[in-house]
Nanobody
Framework: QVQLVESGGGLVQPGGSLRLSCAAS????????MGWYRQAPGKQRELVAS???????NYADSVKGRFTISRDNAKNMVYLQMNNLKPEDTAVYYC??????????????WGQGTLVTVSS
């Protein structure tokens, strides 16, 4: 079983910065893709940024140039550095991981979510 634990959310003023962290725990697995999604009140969950093993990254147009995703593969961690935050970035942010176990069974897991509020 793989579990994800997020941290780093909170209240920040417009123009401010936050860094989210997500740690994967368990045994006998390897992760291919780690990413961040968000869900604002009344809206569908959307991809914010993702990172594929090997270095490829993908960003939502709305966060390009402001957010940066990074990974520490040795620690099974993923980070989201968020700069120049806007009120429309307010949402619950979820960590996501996809990979496989040693028996070749694939998995996809989600974190519990961390709230980011951008407000003056």
């Amino acid at each position: 079983q793989v579990q994800l634990v997020e941290s780093g959310g909170g209240l920040v003023q417009p123009g401010g910065s936050l860094r989210l962290s997500c740690a994967a725990s368990g045994s006998g697995f390897s992760i291919n893709t780690m990413g961040w999604y968000r869900q604002a009140p009344g809206k569908q969950r959307e991809l914010v940024a993702s990172s594929i093993s090997g270095g490829s990254t993908n960003y939502a147009d709305s966060v390009k140039g402001r957010f940066t995703i990074s990974r520490d593969n040795a620690k099974n961690m993923v980070y989201l550095q968020m700069n120049n935050l806007k009120p429309e970035d307010t949402a619950v942010y979820y960590c996501n991981a996809r990979g496989s176990f040693r028996n070749s069974r694939n998995f996809e897991v989600w974190g519990q979510g961390t709230l980011v509020t951008v407000s003056s």
